[in-house]
């Protein structure tokens, strides 16, 4: 780990250092404090994507959620 790595903390919604909150509770690490504190909107820019991609599409039959014929799992 180095003093260039950066991490956008979900508590507290400000960008840290590695001193920061424990890694469970924040996005990173990321290579400088801007790109950190763009994680919020990076992770709904992905978000969108994969809601559009046709490839992660879970609507479909075969989708795993047990309804593709109508009738759930047993």
């Known amino acids: 780990m ?5 991490w ?3 508590t507290h919604h ?3 250092g ?6 469970q ?6 290579s400088s404090a801007d790109e950190a504190a ?3 909107d990076k992770v709904q820019e992905r978000n969108q ?6 490839a992660w599409n ?5 989708s795993g959620d047990g309804l593709a014929d109508g009738t759930p799992d047993s």
């Open 2 to 6: 180095s003093d260039s790595e950066y």
């Open 8 to 10: 956008f903390c979900l």
């Open 14 to 16: 400000t960008v840290e």
């Open 18 to 23: 590695a001193d920061g909150c424990r890694n």
């Open 25 to 30: 509770d924040r996005l990173g690490p990321y």
């Open 38 to 40: 763009r994680a919020l």
């Open 49 to 54: 994507e994969w809601d559009n991609d046709p």
């Open 58 to 62: 879970d609507d479909g039959p075969g």
